[in-house]
């Protein structure tokens, strides 16, 4: 299977970020200030679930052996139940999620594409990159959702799905082959600065970057960055 080249040039370049901040100073972000109304809030993240289906799908088919496939198809399972769930709460709300989620479906599919890949390998940490720093963002700013509506979202997305049979896939990957960890390295850095573009567009501050509001982001980023580099570490590559 010969995959098409989807990278770009040139790249958003991420939001700059202040050195890490402390658990404590992180604890004080008020994510009601930051989140939009629910019903955009779960359109967006259940689009999102669905392109990480879509992607999962797309590493199963074309998956070299039958033990990544099995372990993926796991994976995309749980993709698909996070996105049917995310259904299941813009329902509740009384509103038809094709509505809700089509005005994020443009810049969401052009993220698929961006991060997909030249080859499986790419594919794989693209959505291993992706997801883990999207679902992590996503569980974080329902914190600001209603409590008991973001206490179930916080549950849907804290389901583990792909995370283990990817990395385990990578590792594996790259202890094979030696010159695969620096093509990847590079990739994973690449994917980062679109990854934030995205996770922006998900906060009310985001409307207005110069307010004192979007200063609150900042901890959001640097606690995501932090994630990304941890995810990377242990699959050996530089973040």
Do not use: C
Request: charged share 25%; net charge negative.
């Amino acid at each position: 299977m010969v995959f098409r080249t989807n990278r770009r040039g040139l790249r958003p370049e991420a939001p700059r970020l202040r050195p890490r901040v402390t658990p404590t100073e992180l604890a004080k972000v008020d994510f009601t200030e930051l989140v939009p109304e629910p019903v955009p809030f779960l359109g967006q993240a259940a689009y999102i679930q669905l392109e990480f289906f879509e992607n999962l799908a797309r590493a199963v088919a074309t998956a070299p052996t039958l033990p990544a496939k099995e372990g993926l198809s796991a994976a995309a399972g749980v993709a698909l139940r996070k996105h049917h769930a995310l259904i299941a709460e813009i329902r509740r709300l009384g509103v038809e999620p094709d509505d809700v989620m089509a005005p994020f479906a443009p810049a969401t599919d052009r993220f698929q594409q961006i991060s997909s890949g030249a080859d499986w390998y790419e594919l794989l940490l693209g959505i291993h990159v992706t997801a883990g720093m999207l679902d992590g963002y996503f569980s974080r700013l329902a914190a600001g959702l209603p409590a008991e509506l973001g206490a179930r979202v916080r549950a849907i997305l804290d389901e583990e799905g792909a995370s283990v049979v990817l990395e385990s896939e990578l590792r594996d990957a790259i202890a094979a082959d030696s010159q695969l960890a620096d093509r990847l390295a590079l990739w994973g850095r690449s994917l980062v600065g679109d990854t934030l573009l995205i996770a922006r567009s998900a906060l009310r501050a985001s409307e207005a970057p110069g307010s004192a509001r979007a200063d609150q982001v900042e901890p959001v980023f640097t606690e995501l960055i932090a994630d990304h580099t941890r995810r990377m570490d242990a699959l050996g590559l530089t973040a």
